[in-house]
Structure formats: C-alpha cells, structure tokens
T-cell receptor
Framework: QQQVKQSPQSLIVQKGGISIINCAYE??????FPWYQQFPGKGPALLIA?????SEKKEGRFTISFNKSAKQFSLHIMDSQPGDSATYFC???????????????FGKGTKLSVIP | DTEVTQTPKHLVMGMTNKKSLKCEQH?????MYWYKQKAKKPPELMFV???????INESVPSRFSPECPNSSLLNLHLHALQPEDSALYLC???????????????FGPGTRLTVL
C-alpha cells in the first residue's frame, strides 16, 4: 500500500514559535517529497521539496529534514506567523516510474493555526 | 503567467443536470490533472492528460467525463451526479518531461461543487 502518514492532524502554535509537522512513508521507490500549503478557498501550492539524497533543505523560514533510513521527513516552520495558518500536506512521488510520475501520494494534512 | 484558472468558482446542480467545469493554463504545460478534494482531506487524483491524451483514469465513475480540447484547456463534464460528489474540484498542470523526474504541479483555486 502506497501511504504517507502525517502527524499531527492539527497544530496550534504561538506567534514566533516553531511549527513541526512529521511524515513517514513506506514505499522505498518514492524519490521526491514535496510539501504543499493550502489556504481556505485556494488550491494547494508547492512550498518546498526535497530529494532523498539530501538530509536537509532550507528556504527562508521553512526547513525540511529528511531521514532516509527511517523513511521519515518533517517540515519545520521557524518564527511562525499568523499568515502561516493553513493546511499543510506532505506528499511523495516515484518521479521516474512512468505513469507514476504524475501521481502524488498525499498525507492526510495538518491544519496549522498560529495565534498572536 | 504562472496561473491555473478555473470556472466557475461555485456550482450548484441537481442530480439530473449536465454541467461542465473548465480549466485553463498558459504556462506551456503539457500535463493537466483533475483532482477531487473533500473537506479536511487531501486531493484525490481523478484524471491525468499528457499531451492532450488521457494518461490516467483513477477508476472514476462514468458520470465524470474529462475532455482536453487543446494543450491549454481541460474540461470536466458532469452528468447525473450524486450528493456525495459534492466537493472541491481542483485542476492542476505541470511540465511533462516524459517520466524523467518530478515536475511541479500548479493547482488552480478549484470549483466548489454542490449536488442537491
């Protein structure tokens, strides 16, 4: 079963704090791991992504940490702001698998609320 | 232009109606997608078009009929829907590099469909 397990389901963080969302996968064929951010009434938008040959990727306040041996990856949002309040989906894809290269496997999502 | 547009934003239809959802992109992408998203759930892939040909159909009921008239347009024709088909329908597009790696999927804002 191709699954990506995401936790927590919801997260409340104070402004300025660190938000951490965790994901775990089973399919070792996955070779690309994007995170999507979705605001209410909007479509998901790519936030940051990582390949399994890299242990960490940072873009501004957003960092992905990747542990290939544990098959886990996480999103850290530093200095969280109320504008970061959204639903975050981790995803995984087997980017070189033919038709599978179109098929994102999403986690179930984390609703983040950053309170002032 | 890095935008995927979708019309209409909202649609209410009865179970006997026929309606269509429209999606347009002008990024030169050759892969286009339809997703269904229920509340508090991740997007579920329905269809993928690659170079205007249907590449993936995720066992979607025949009451949903996709059409790709040209490389910029994607339609989803709806007929005899059920109340459980009420959801946010998302269109996405991406470069299509022939299975040679992940290409970011750009999502539209979606059409909120209600079936009475």
């Amino acid at each position: 079963q191709q699954q990506v397990k995401q936790s927590p389901q919801s997260l409340i963080v104070q402004k300025g704090g660190i938000s951490i969302i965790n994901c775990a996968y089973e399919n070792t064929a996955f070779d690309y791991f994007p995170w999507y951010q979705q605001f209410p009434g909007k479509g998901p938008a790519l936030l940051i992504a990582i390949r399994p040959d890299v242990s960490e990727k940072k873009e501004g306040r957003f960092t992905i940490s990747f542990n290939k041996s544990a098959k886990q990856f996480s999103l850290h949002i530093m200095d969280s702001q109320p504008g970061d309040s959204a639903t975050y989906f981790c995803a995984a894809i087997d980017a070189y698998s033919g038709a599978g290269s179109y098929q994102l496997t999403f986690g179930k999502g984390t609703k983040l609320s950053v309170i002032p | 232009d890095t935008e995927v547009t979708q019309t209409p934003k909202h649609l209410v239809m009865g179970m006997t109606n026929k309606k269509s959802l429209k999606c347009e992109q002008h990024m030169g992408h050759r892969a286009m997608y339809w997703y269904k998203q229920k509340a508090k759930k991740p997007p579920e892939l329905m269809f993928v078009y690659s170079y205007e040909k249907l590449s993936i159909n995720e066992s979607v009921p025949s009451r949903f009929s996709p059409e790709c008239p040209n490389s910029s347009l994607l339609n989803l024709h709806l007929h005899a829907l059920q109340p459980e088909d009420s959801a946010l329908y998302l269109c996405a597009s991406s470069q299509d590099s022939g299975f040679s790696g992940y290409n970011e999927q750009f999502f539209g804002p979606g059409t909120r469909l209600t079936v009475l």
